[in-house]
């Protein structure tokens, strides 16, 4: 059995080489590309595997513009030949010097199977001394520089990958023949494309035809497969079409518009769009992204029609999965290619935040500081913290300061942990002394990197708070533990007087809004909290694009939780990384949110534009 035979259901799928007949004429790009379609529509029983060389040529990616991707007079002068593959990816420049490995299989899951593939490519390499590594979505390094790129296409069941290894191409040809743009140079911190490639054949002392000998045997063996004079004759069609002039240049539509912008992770797209007042006529994607579905059928297709509004475009990708279609394309990424970064919200006047330190807000933060403690007041840049401060009220977080979850409204410090503080609960508990408070409120980082989540931390802390300040009322609010009943049991069983969990947002926002948390599980939360017998509490932000509707949906969800305490604020952007306002409610509507919440049946409810989650707590609990 060859070294990449794969078990899929359990049946071994052996990797076969694919032996090609000779023929007389010159084997150009688009044979090569018609054995791959060939083998994969026709012969269902393997995987395959096949290396070959060509003619000087640039082989463009499915979806890339020649003018941007190729100086065709230099291809002219030097007789390097210009055609297209059916895969997407960047732009390729091949010779005789240059090996192309081709691999037909049977994997289900294409990003999968295409990891798997560059590995052992890599690892071939390394098996005869090349310190060859991964790098990037589909690259292979030597000394930090390119020796091998890939794409892959899907066909029916089959996924069809392959990949360029330098091994003694000729890199003048290959740095003028192609004209990446600046911009993709640069993502890759290099200034031309000489910098950034290399021939293994520096590396090795065997010659070209024994490193081909060499992959045959480390990917299959001795397992062959022959193509017969009948497949070959299917083949010359399917080669017809791949060399027409049509298929070539064909992909150079006419536009009235032009967008371009790379994403990380995805490569770089440009939009071609063709507009009649207003409405999309036409829109056609080129770029050195992958494809995994059908573009044209499954996105495109949709877009036609379109008024060409963000508002427009954005209705039209709800019920489209864009990164089942173009590899980690995420629907923000393909309405800013379209539009640019959404427009900025200004912030209304009436919007006012008083942050002038006082000498009592001053002694807050020094007691806080003597004790080392983090507040949510400060890494959450609270609009109310001087207010608070200046009232000795702090809503203190344990568990460190960085949080294993990366919100896109938090400014909450983001990354790996250090270790759990033993003590801390200690000090918690002396700070509530030293503040004097009557009413402490307790939050947390999540801490997704501990076996329990950090659930028995915060027990210690709420039993610590009782045994210092007995006559301490004691709110927390919690992370979701991961929805674990038996850790939110652990917590309500130290006894908080009130519990709270934030919402954040609504249903249909909640996946963009929140890194890990999720709806359904934020309710089940409350409900435990419920269950326990502790008062339960929750809140959530507007102003990040959701509806009055979806809003009087949010309120019933929670009160079918047994929840009856609520905090609606204005969402305020931390920083510029940070999802933008989509818009700033107005005390009116804050207002009206909360009488809507006190009809439905909530016992308190603290509205407005500066309310967040513990803003008045101790008022809330008096007033239940």
Excluded at 116 to 142: C, F, H, P, T, W
Excluded at 259 to 277: S, W
Excluded at 280 to 305: C, K, M, P, S
Aim: one cysteine or more.
């Amino acid at each position: 059995m060859s070294k990449f035979a794969r078990k899929s259901n359990t049946i071994f799928f052996t990797m076969k080489y694919l032996l090609i007949p000779y023929r007389p004429e010159p084997k150009q790009l688009p044979f090569f590309f018609a054995v791959e379609e060939y083998v994969a529509q026709t012969y269902t029983d393997d995987d395959y595997f096949f290396a070959w060389q060509v003619e000087p040529t640039v082989m463009l990616g499915r979806n890339q513009l020649i003018k941007n991707e190729v100086d065709t007079d230099y291809c002219k002068q030097n007789g390097i030949h210009i055609f297209r593959r059916k895969s997407g990816g960047g732009c390729v420049y091949a010779d005789l010097g240059c090996i192309q490995f081709s691999y037909i299989s049977f994997a289900d899951n294409v990003n999968s199977a295409f990891k798997d593939y560059m590995q052992q490519v890599a690892k071939l390499m390394k098996n005869i001394g090349i310190a060859a590594e991964l790098s990037g979505r589909n690259d292979i390094l030597v000394d930090g520089r390119k020796v091998s790129g890939s794409a892959f296409y899907r066909l029916k069941k089959r996924s069809v990958l392959h990949n360029t290894v330098l091994f003694d191409t000729r890199l003048e040809h290959l740095s003028k023949a192609l004209t990446p743009s600046h911009e993709k140079l640069q993502s890759k911190g290099v200034a031309s494309v000489t910098q950034r490639v290399v021939n293994i054949g520096d590396y090795t002392s065997l010659p070209l035809d024994g490193f081909i000998n060499h992959a045959r045997k480390y990917m299959c063996g001795d397992a062959i497969r022959t193509l017969n004079e009948k497949d070959m004759l299917a083949i010359a069609e399917i080669e017809k079409e791949l060399a027409s002039h049509d298929f070539v240049y064909g992909n150079n539509p006419k536009f009235t518009e032009v967008r371009r912008k790379r994403f990380a992770d995805v490569g770089t797209l440009e939009a071609r769009i063709e507009l009649k007042n207003n409405r999309i006529v036409n829109l056609n994607l080129a770029g050195d992204y992958f494809l995994i579905g059908d573009q044209d059928r499954e996105l495109l297709d949709h877009i036609r029609g379109a008024d060409f509004s963000r508002e427009a475009v954005s209705e039209r990708l709800q019920n489209i999965e864009l990164a089942d279609i173009i590899r980690g394309l995420k629907p923000e990424q393909f309405l800013r290619l379209l539009f640019g970064r959404p427009p900025h919200v200004k912030k209304p006047d009436w919007l006012k935040i008083d942050l002038t330190s006082t000498e009592q807000s001053g002694q807050t933060a020094g007691i806080l500081a003597k004790h080392h403690l983090n507040t949510i007041c400060t890494s959450g840049l609270c609009p109310n913290r001087t207010e608070c401060w200046a009232a000795r009220t702090a809503t203190l977080m344990i568990g460190g300061n960085i949080c294993t979850r990366s919100c896109k409204f938090c400014n909450t410090l983001s990354g790996r942990p250090g270790k759990l503080d033993t003590d801390e609960p200690r000090r918690v508990a002396e700070s509530v002394k030293a503040l004097g408070l009557k009413y402490a409120v307790i939050t947390s980082v999540d801490r997704d990197d501990l076996p329990d989540y950090g659930a028995e931390h915060w027990a210690e802390t709420i039993r610590r708070i009782r045994i210092e300040n007995p006559q301490t009322l004691i709110e927390v609010l919690i992370p979701d533990f991961m929805g674990r009943p038996e850790l939110i049991a652990k917590v309500m069983a130290a006894r908080p007087n009130v519990a709270g969990h934030n919402m954040e947002t609504v249903r249909r926002l909640t996946p963009g809004v929140r890194s890990v948390a999720q709806y359904n599980r934020s309710l089940d939360v409350l409900c435990e909290i419920t269950r326990s017998g502790v008062m339960s509490k929750t809140g959530f932000m507007v102003g990040l694009g959701e509806t009055c509707e979806e809003v009087e949906q949010l309120m019933d969800d929670i009160l079918a939780t047994g929840c009856r305490r609520l905090t609606i604020g204005q969402y305020l952007q931390p920083t510029a990384k940070h999802l933008p306002v989509s818009e700033y409610v107005t005390p009116e509507q804050f207002v009206n949110y909360r009488k809507t919440a006190l009809d439905k049946g909530f016992k308190f409810v603290e509205s407005g534009p500066l309310v967040r989650s513990s803003y008045h707590a101790e008022r809330a609990f008096k007033q239940v």
